[in-house]
Nanobody
Framework: QVQLEESGGGLVQPGGSLRLSCAPSRTIFSVYTMGWFRQAPGKQRELVAAITKAGSTNYADSVKGRFTISRDNAKNTVALQMDSLKPEDTAVYYC??????????????WGRGTQVTVSS
């Protein structure tokens, strides 16, 4: 389900910074977790960071200390501040949002992705 839109990707030199943003393109109800996956060419999609409605965060070990995830619950938006970028961070970054009434009725919504390229 594509109901999110990412922005902020681009080309940056190693050591530089980018800030990704994600907002619903259509209304999503009862969102409790939002986050970011990424997928490099020929690689499996991996979770980069996630944040719950209460503000609990989870980061991949490879980005911990360099990336910061945040959200605005009122607007159902999520952002990813990426600092000290490395060439291995190059990937398409996908926003996701999880909603539902219980563990058996979870819906995951996706954006179409934004390209991040780290190169000198």
């Amino acid at each position: 389900q594509v109901q999110l839109e990412e922005s902020g990707g681009g080309l940056v030199q190693p050591g530089g910074s980018l800030r990704l943003s994600c907002a619903p393109s259509r209304t999503i109800f009862s969102v409790y977790t939002m986050g970011w996956f990424r997928q490099a060419p020929g690689k499996q999609r991996e979770l980069v960071a996630a944040i719950t409605k209460a503000g609990s965060t989870n980061y991949a070990d490879s980005v911990k200390g360099r990336f910061t995830i945040s959200r605005d619950n009122a607007k159902n938006t999520v952002a990813l501040q990426m600092d000290s970028l490395k060439p291995e961070d190059t990937a398409v970054y996908y926003c996701h949002a999880d909603s539902g009434r219980d563990a058996f009725h979870v819906n995951r919504y996706w954006g179409r992705g934004t390209q991040v390229t780290v190169s000198s």
